[in-house]
RNA sequence: CGGGGCGUAGCGCAGUCCGGUUAGCGCACCUGGUUUGGGACCAGGGGGUCGCAGGUUCGAAUCCUGCCGCCCCGACCA
């Protein structure tokens, strides 16, 4: 196995590398799209598993809505259609034949379809025109309906994991009496897309509503939870869409309320995707391999025998048998890798490039001395811990590896934000350390968009906490009253 | 869509300029043996429509024409 590129050589090659080498992900033959291998998607499964019970705690049901949209839906909203048409696959027919020429097989011209399909880029047109026909009264309100399916957006370039053609999400989708609830609802969700990337992937985000120009094609407000990578480029790790009643009348869906006239009904819709793997693996990763928090992670400990001959084998499997038993019982998956085919220092870099949190060998010189070498993967370090003692040991380092993680997170973020108050040193701070930047903006989307094509920053969020206070646009000098969250992006 | 690169064994590549044994190397794989505290070693072995389609030639991975695909860098996006 070939050593990583270094992130400090080419971060960028280093993030490619990885995703191949330790087996997460690889390219398909068909452009821009990928195969997510067994042990990427065991990632995804937890990361799936976990979210989905957050929903399920939070009032919502899982439905399914169909991969092909009419075109015709595609054009009711006019923001909406803006802001994919330029992305979307279109299905044109229902046939194929043998090609009369020779040959393979062509597409059967005569079954050209009467309308054509687009491949949902994302889901609010067919799901909003079938709401239309679920919701009559204000008692038929809320629907809190979340679907977890692939969509399409064609893309130019593509990266595997933050940008691909096709992608796995989730995408919530609520209807709502009123305006509050909807609101409300919006925030809600964001809160739990904050609380699984801080407390399950280790990843601190900053919280925030959307500029105009960054808001989601057909929404009011577009909220989102903002992370930063090593490479100092923030990353949107998931949105949250205040609709107000756009869909509701592109749609035409209305209510009858308790009291009063017909009204439109009140919309949300929220997503994370596939694209949470790339911020995990890019803010834990080291130039070893990937670095996993203990709960996401498929294996939490591995137990590598080292060893002379089938006889101490069979002597130290025994042993590392009873600690990966203990393990299980507290909870945890362990592997015993006894593959005689491989050596331990194999092993040993092996599963530090698959990023598992814990690692415990054990050698002839352990059986004498009754211990076992538990290192971590996070810190590197290796200490010996007395066989009793192991697997407690083990399962504490699990809440220790995951709370460093997040802390060690946090410390780089807090180290790479940084308050600036006039252009040149935002242009300097831009490019010199990269990173989050608290500045004043007049609030224009003009001004956002020459600070745009003049340092590639954009405005990641106007963060819920930020604090009000008189100051002045770092590019215009134009009053403001509250520092916005400045970015390179991916 | 612009610029660059590449397509030869599962992966990574050499060979292509200047056509000529049976297309080669590393890793991986299979068999046997020796090894085993940080990516072992020896011996033997299997695996190829040289991206596709035409053409030139006694002869094409190599030359010509056309096509297809992918990756990277830019403009757009989760």
Redesign the pocket.
């Known amino acids: ?1 070939a ?1 990583l590129t270094s992130r400090s050589d080419d971060y ?1 090659k280093w993030y ?1 590398e990885l995703v191949v080498q330790a087996d997460l992900a690889q ?1 398909s ?4 799209c990928m195969v997510i291998k067994p042990y990427g998607f065991a990632i995804w499964e937890k990361m799936r598993d976990v979210l989905d019970g957050m929903f399920k705690e939070t009032g919502h049901q899982n439905a399914y809505f169909p991969l092909f949209i009419p075109k015709s839906y595609m054009s009711k909203e006019a923001a909406h259609v803006e802001g994919f048409a ?1 992305e979307c696959a279109v299905v044109t027919h229902y046939r194929l034949m043998n090609d009369p020429n020779g040959k393979g097989v062509v597409v059967d011209p005569d079954a050209r379809l009467e309308e054509e399909l687009i491949v949902r880029p994302t889901s609010e047109t067919i799901i909003w025109n079938t709401y239309k026909n679920w919701i009559q009264s204000y008692r038929d309100l809320p629907i809190l309906v979340n679907q977890w399916a692939n969509v399409v ?1 064609w ?5 595997l994991f ?4 096709e ?1 796995l999400w989730q995408e919530g989708h609520t209807a709502h009496a009123t305006k509050e609830e909807a609101v409300a609802e919006t925030e809600q969700m964001l809160r739990v897309y904050a609380d699984f990337a801080e407390n399950w992937m280790a990843m601190p985000v900053v919280k925030g509503v959307k500029t105009e120009s960054e808001r ?1 094609a057909g929404a009011e407000d577009t909220h989102c939870i903002e992370a930063l990578m090593q490479d100092g480029k923030a990353l ?1 790790a998931g ?1 949250s869409h205040f609709l107000g009643q756009n869909f509701a009348k592109a749609f035409d869906v209305k209510f009858q309320p308790k009291e009063g006239k017909m009204d439109y009904v009140w919309a949300t819709s929220w997503g994370v ?1 596939t ?1 949470l793997m790339g911020a995990l693996i890019m803010t834990h990763s080291d130039d070893k391999g990937l670095v996993l928090p203990p709960k996401l992670a498929p294996i939490h400990a591995v137990f590598v025998p ?4 089938d006889e101490q084998l069979a002597q130290i499997r025994e042993k590392g048998e009873a600690i990966c038993a203990d393990l299980r019982k507290a909870g945890l998956t362990v592997k015993l890798d006894d593959d ?2 491989k ?4 092993k ?3 599963y ?2 698959k990023g598992v949190p814990v690692r415990i ?7 004498e001395n009754g211990t076992v ?1 538990i ?1 971590r993967r996070d810190t590197g370090e ?1 200490e010996l811990v007395p066989l009793d003692k192991a697997a407690a040991h083990v399962a504490a380092l699990m809440d220790e590896i995951q709370d460093k993680l997040v802390n060690k997170a946090r410390t780089y973020r807090a180290n790479h934000t940084t308050k600036v108050d006039d252009w040149d040193t935002f242009k300097d701070v831009l490019e010199n350390k990269g990173g989050f930047i608290e500045a004043h903006w007049d609030g224009t989307p003009e001004t956002e968009d020459k600070i745009k094509n003049e340092t ?1 920053a954009t405005i990641r969020c106007i963060p819920y906490d930020s604090i009000e206070e008189q100051g002045k646009c770092v590019y215009t000098g134009n009053p403001s009253r509250r520092r916005v969250l400045f970015a390179k992006a991916y």
């Open positions: 196995m050593k960028s490619n390219h033959d068909v452009k821009g330029k957006r893309e130019m370039r593509t990266r933050l940008r691909t053609a992608f989601f949107q949105t995707s694209r080292i060893y002379k001959g005689d085919s050596r331990s220092g194999w040993f870099a092996e530090e490039l060998a054990m050698g002839p010189r352990d059986m070498e290192a290796k590639k």
